[in-house]
T-cell receptor, first 112, second 109 residues
Framework: DAGITQSPRHKVTETGTPVTLRCHQT?????MYWYRQDPGHGLRLIHY???????DKGEVSDGYSVSRSKTEDFLLTLESATSSQTSVYFC???????????FGQGTRLTVV | RKEVEQDPGPFNVPEGATVAFNCTYS??????FFWYRQDCRKEPKLLMS???SGNEDGRFTAQLNRASQYISLLIRDSKLSDSATYLC??????????FGAGTRLFVKA
């Protein structure tokens, strides 16, 4: 168990609604990430965080925002969900800047 | 050109076979390298880190060629349980980690 959990694990939502995904880690790591995974694209970085209230954009950040008010929680919000945001979302942490990443179990999001 | 490229496969091999995956990366300043394994509908999990001197873990051998900017993964004596998608991962410095799209492996009895 890598000490990282995501909720919800599955969600179906309607186009235009806001959606928030939660990532919780128990090991006090500084670096946290949100990725989405789609067939043919692999994992693509949405946003990342390097500390409480310190976040930055990844390569596919449009339509997404994040917040990190506590070390252990990293929230991903889809401001107005679209069908193109149907995907599997993974949260991850890295113990140090240049080390391997450890992933949560993923959230399967469907936007209808 | 993608920053990290892998042959998507699928590779279909019989049990006991040796199979090799290659991965190329474009950023010559990349600092650390990994292979991950991902089972269907599961999260990626670290298989092994890749060191400049090459490293081995049981049936798995990883190698790095900085001059040609590629890393490889060799699996010997394939097992049915090795069937999965293998992801090449490159840290390019700072917070940036790039994942390849993955190579699918099917090991058949």
């Amino acid at each position: 168990d890598a000490g990282i959990t995501q909720s919800p694990r599955h969600k179906v939502t309607e186009t235009g609604t806001p959606v928030t995904l939660r990532c919780h880690q128990t090991e006090n790591h500084r670096y946290m990430y949100w990725y989405r995974q789609d067939p043919g694209h692999g994992l693509r970085l949405i946003h990342y965080s390097y500390g409480v209230k310190d976040t930055d954009k990844g390569e596919v950040s449009d339509g997404y925002s994040v917040s990190r008010s506590k070390t252990e929680d990293f929230l991903l919000t889809l401001e107005s969900a679209t069908s193109s945001q149907t995907s599997v979302y993974f949260c991850a942490f890295r113990p140090q800047e240049d080390t391997e990443a450890f992933f949560g179990q993923g959230t399967r999001l469907t936007v209808v | 050109r993608k920053e990290v490229e892998q042959d998507p496969g699928p590779f279909n091999v019989p049990e006991g076979a040796t199979v090799a995956f290659n991965c190329t990366y474009s950023n010559s300043a990349s600092q650390s390298f990994f292979w991950y394994r991902q089972d269907c509908r599961k999260e990626p999990k670290l298989l092994m880190s890749v060191y400049s001197s090459g490293n081995e873990d049981g049936r798995f051998t990883a190698q790095l060629n900085r001059a040609s900017q590629y890393i490889s993964l060799l699996i010997r004596d394939s097992k049915l349980s090795d069937s999965a998608t293998y992801l090449c991962v490159v840290n390019t410095g700072g917070f940036k980690t790039i994942f390849g799209a993955g190579t699918r492996l099917f090991v058949k009895a």
